[in-house]
């Protein structure tokens, strides 16, 4: 079992920065993808980043790259999403998940809420 518990969210001003973190627990943990999504209530679950755990190549959705990295600590197995210029249309439930196999991800944090006024 995988336990996820991310870290970091807030209530912050437009252009501010945010550095959200997830730290994985159980057993050994190697997973394929570490992913970030985020989410509104009454919308769909949104893709952010995911990054390859072996090697730890990223990949950010097209619409916040210029403004988000992802990132990770294998020695401390833990993840991160680094967020500058946030606007409020940033604002969101973000969460971390695990994907241990490539196929899926599997193993879901509780979320972080990310607020951000204008």
């Known amino acids: 079992q995988v336990q996820l518990v991310e870290s970091g969210g807030g209530l912050v001003q437009a252009g501010d920065s945010l550095r959200l973190s997830c730290a994985a627990s159980?057993?050994?943990?190697?997973?394929?993808?570490m992913g970030w999504f985020r989410q509104v209530p009454g919308k769909q679950r949104e893709f952010v980043a995911r990054i390859r755990w072996a090697g730890g190549s990223t990949y950010v959705s097209n619409s916040l790259k210029s403004r988000f990295t992802a990132s990770r600590d294998n020695a401390n197995n833990t993840v991160y999403l680094q967020m500058n210029s946030l606007k409020p249309e940033d604002t969101a439930v973000y969460y971390c998940a695990a994907d241990m196999s490539g196929v899926t991800y599997t193993y879901w944090g509780q979320g972080t809420q990310v607020t951000v006024s204008s």
């Open positions: 159980g057993r050994t943990f190697s997973p394929y993808y």
